[in-house]
């Protein structure tokens, strides 16, 4: 079955004890991205990712690192987590750039910054 | 700067009431529209898009949209909802030969059985 995954699903943790969300996709896709959302924000774009190895700056970048070595794979690392990155996140991928292209969510990682 | 409008945030309509949902758009150059759902405790999914041709586009589950540049908008529309339509709706948009989403705030929509 064609999809995303993210794990974890839900997370608790505190303020500056790293963390990394992992976000896969079975589909070949070439762009992946990250997401928060945030109520009355909408959905709001953290990085992404034109192929292995190329990442760039979304829209809100500061606080957060990612890589991407592998095609499948895009992890979303917190290196020191605050309260204000209190979200729900989603992993995106797309087979090529998003421009009239669909992209394909994950399920979401809700996460909670004491 | 470039950004997507939403209308309205929250709408409440009746089982066999039609839908508008509005949407604006400031961005330079030629755009993709898209328009995503969101299901209760599900993920977005895509409802229908916009790259070029017609533009009256048809969506799954009945949902239609209508991209009018001169206006920048792509509102969608349902001629009767249904109680399993409610959802959260996000418009989203790139420009032609980008990688950058824009979506909007998103607007929550319940719909009385």
């Known amino acids: 079955e064609a999809q995303v995954t993210q794990n974890p699903r839900y997370l608790i943790t505190v303020t500056g004890k790293k963390l990394t969300v992992t976000c896969s996709q079975n589909m070949n896709h070439e762009y992946m991205s990250w997401y928060r959302q945030d109520p009355g924000l909408g959905l709001r774009q953290i990085y992404y990712?034109?192929?292995?190895?190329?990442?760039d700056k979304g829209d809100v970048p500061e606080g957060y690192k990612v890589s991407r070595k592998e095609k499948r794979n895009f992890p979303l690392i917190l290196e020191s987590p605050s309260p204000n990155q209190t979200s729900l996140y989603f992993c995106?991928?797309?087979?090529?750039?998003?421009?009239?292209?669909?992209?394909?969510f994950g399920p979401g990682t809700r996460l909670t910054v004491l | 700067a470039q950004s997507v409008s939403q209308h309205n945030h929250h709408v409440i309509l009746s089982e066999a009431a039609s839908l508008e949902l509005g949407c604006n758009y400031s961005y330079g150059g030629t755009v993709n529209l898209f328009w995503y759902v969101q299901y209760p405790g599900q993920h977005l999914q895509l409802l229908l898009k916009?790259?070029?041709?017609?533009?009256l586009v048809k969506g799954i589950k009945g949902f239609e949209a209508e991209f009018i540049k001169s206006k920048f908008s792509f509102n969608l529309r349902k001629p009767s909802v249904q109680w399993s339509d409610t959802a959260e709706y996000f418009c989203a948009v790139t420009n032609t030969g980008g990688f950058k989403t824009i979506f909007g705030a998103g607007t929550r929509l319940f719909v009385k059985a």
């Open positions: 995106a991928s797309t087979r090529r750039a998003p421009a009239g292209d669909t992209q394909y």
């Open positions: 916009y790259f070029s041709g017609d533009p």
């Open positions: 990712s034109m192929n292995v190895e190329v990442t």
